[in-house]
């Protein structure tokens, strides 16, 4: 049944974000596909973590994040917080830290500051859900998608109506 279930959500659209602290040892960040708006007032996402080592540890104990939601010329960006090993914080890429600590990439159209609300085991991964402090925003762009293992972005020449 778990190949049947990941091969249903890999023909299951989702947004594309990028999620960062500030760690012990410096910054930390991963790509999900998990990020959803829970509530709008106040405003609450939610996302899940499927391990509890490495970044995703980091995220699922820090206080504060940032939730980038990313857009179509991000693509690289994503794949380049989800390589395992990758020098995600390099000298090359484009970010700054807010006056919390928590890095913030720059050249992503949203990214929102939040403060953890809860942790909810759930099987094997870990449920985090978060409300909004700040939100900050960069260039505009066409929405980034990950869809069967594949990153693809959404324009008008996607929209059925």
């Given at each position: ?7 249903a ?31 709008a ?48 914080f ?37 449920v985090?859900?978060?409300s ?18 594949t ?11």
């Open positions: 049944m778990v190949d049947e279930f990941k091969d959500f890999r023909g299951h659209p989702a947004g594309v974000a990028i999620i960062t602290a500030s760690g012990p040892e410096g910054p930390v960040g991963l790509t999900a596909s998990s990020v959803s708006s829970v509530s007032v106040p405003p609450i996402l939610a996302f899940s973590l499927a391990s509890a080592q490495g970044s995703a540890g980091v995220i699922a104990g820090a206080d504060t994040i940032v939730v980038h939601l990313l857009g179509a010329d991000n693509a690289e960006l994503a794949s380049r917080f989800a390589a395992r090993g990758a020098d995600r390099g000298p090359d890429l484009d970010w700054s830290t807010l006056p919390g600590g928590e890095p913030l990439l720059g050249g992503v159209p949203k990214a929102l500051l939040c403060r953890i609300l809860s942790r909810t085991q759930a099987g094997s991964s870990t985090i859900t978060a909004v402090l700040e939100i900050h925003a960069g260039p505009a762009a066409a929405p980034l998608v990950y869809h069967d293992r990153y693809h972005h959404l324009g008008s020449h996607s929209a059925l109506r």
